[in-house]
């Protein structure tokens, strides 16, 4: 067997099961240029944070142009009402302007008024399967419960959730890197569909205000009252809500599934602790630290820069490794251990750091709390109904989800 050393992030291998190769990289005094992925691997927790902290060297907006093709655009401006890059995967100053508008839609007031909304959908989908004994985590629950509330938020209720779900597929496979130059076209094909239906839905709340995300965006405004995002901005914003707000919320559902139903000790003292909201907030931050939805994005550099004393030339591909930074062993001692304990324990980088960090994570975090609350006190003796060989992954650099997981269980309501 190849020896850690000797592999590249792209090998399917490490992509099934990044730990060994980044527990390696963080050992190694050299930052390495990885030939696969075409970037230099950063994987220490410190090295993330200066990387991420600095948004005006390490530019997303460079990054994330290298994302699409020529043709990707061309499609999207021939048959997608228009190509908008995304306004939020910029650089400062822009960034910052669509940022503070950005934020305007996870006030305090929104995530505790969508609350309630959202316990009565995923208590109604937990009741629908509870007494079946078994259900796959990711077809039947985590996907279908975060697509309803992110249709429901986008108001897209009337829309197939088959649908949403294969354009936010689409959109995701796009920021993986991994596609061939035919499946880009394929995939530009689908963004399109997804893109023409937001532009309509912005139309829609331009002219009628609606108690949703979209519109909220739509009707954000700066402190002076001046400043709005333009319709481009608005199209994009709304589109990466679909994408942002779907599959890294649904992962980390399934991720939570898989800890109860291989961690019946975990479990158990989760139900035992349900109305203590501490303990549930602490379980659900180590739970996002132990299994990060998001493995790593990119940037590049718009200088010569030197990151631990390595040189790295301008114009660079820098690949982010954020679950690798929540196994660094300096930030996290017995980072391998599920302990709600941790002092730093939300210092994780699984919703990254810095400008960047992510914007909707006051309502990820809510809806976290809120499925694995529902789950632990309606579900017991969760077991895996599959070998946790034969798991099914989808994984690319950004990501690694499981894809399907099927669960047996028994409803506490049962004798
Ligand atoms: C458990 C769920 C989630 C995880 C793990 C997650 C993870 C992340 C990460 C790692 C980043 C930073 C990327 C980088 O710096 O390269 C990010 C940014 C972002 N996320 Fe999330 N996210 C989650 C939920 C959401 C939700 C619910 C939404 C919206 C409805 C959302 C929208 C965004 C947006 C728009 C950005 C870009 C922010 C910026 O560039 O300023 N995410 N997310």
């Not at 994302?67 to 910029?90: C, H, N, Q, V, Y």
């Not at 912005?202 to 333009?230: C, F, M, Y």
Request: net charge negative; proline share 5%.
């Amino acid at each position: 067997m190849a020896s850690t050393s000797d592999m590249q992030l792209t090998d399917e291998s490490v992509l099934a099961d990044p730990k060994a190769f980044c527990a390696q990289l963080r050992k190694e005094d050299k930052i390495r240029f990885d030939p696969g992925a075409g970037g230099y691997l950063v994987a220490r927790y410190e090295q993330l944070n200066e990387v991420l902290s600095d948004p005006v060297t390490y530019s997303m907006e460079l990054a994330w142009e290298r994302l699409w093709s020529d043709d990707f655009k061309a499609i999207m401006a021939r048959d997608g009402g228009g190509w908008f890059p995304d306004a939020i995967m910029t650089d400062p100053p822009n960034h910052t302007r669509i940022r503070r508008l950005m934020e305007k839609a996870f006030t305090p007031q929104r995530i505790r008024q969508l609350e309630p909304l959202i316990t009565a959908r995923t208590v109604a989908m937990i009741e629908q399967h509870a007494d079946k004994g078994g259900f796959d985590a990711v077809v039947d629950f985590a996907l279908p419960l975060t697509i309803g509330i992110m249709a429901e938020q986008l108001g897209m209720s009337e829309v197939d959730p088959a649908q949403i779900e294969r354009w936010a597929a689409a959109m995701i496979a796009q920021i993986g890197r991994m596609l061939t130059p035919e499946q880009m076209i394929e995939n530009a094909r689908i963004v399109c569909e997804c893109q023409k239906f937001v532009i309509e839905m912005v139309k829609e709340r331009q002219q009628t205000p609606t108690e949703d995300l979209i519109s909220d965006l739509v009707h954000a405004r700066n402190e002076d009252g001046e400043d709005v995002l333009d319709f481009g901005e608005l199209v994009a914003s709304a589109r990466a809500f679909l994408i942002g707000g779907n599959d890294s919320v649904a992962s980390a559902i399934t991720n939570m599934l898989f800890i109860l139903a291989t961690r019946p000790d975990l479990a158990e003292e989760l139900h035992a602790s349900i109305d203590d909201d501490r303990y549930v907030t602490r379980w659900v931050e180590e739970m996002l630290r132990f299994a990060p939805p998001t493995r790593g994005n990119t940037r590049v550099t718009t200088r010569d820069v030197e990151i631990d004393g390595q040189a790295i030339p301008a114009g660079s591909t820098i690949i982010t490794l954020f679950g690798s930074a929540n196994e660094d062993e300096a930030q996290f001692p017995n980072a391998a251990a599920f302990d709600i304990n941790r002092p730093n324990l939300a210092r994780h980088m699984s919703f990254g750091a810095g400008a960047h960090r992510c914007v909707g994570l006051a309502l990820a975090r809510m809806e976290l709390k809120v499925v694995t609350r529902e789950v632990a006190r309606r579900l017991k003796d969760i077991k895996l109904n599959i070998s946790p060989d034969n798991i099914p992954y989808k994984s690319d650099i950004a990501t690694l989800t499981i894809k399907s997981l099927p669960l047996t269980f028994r409803s506490r309501k049962a004798a």
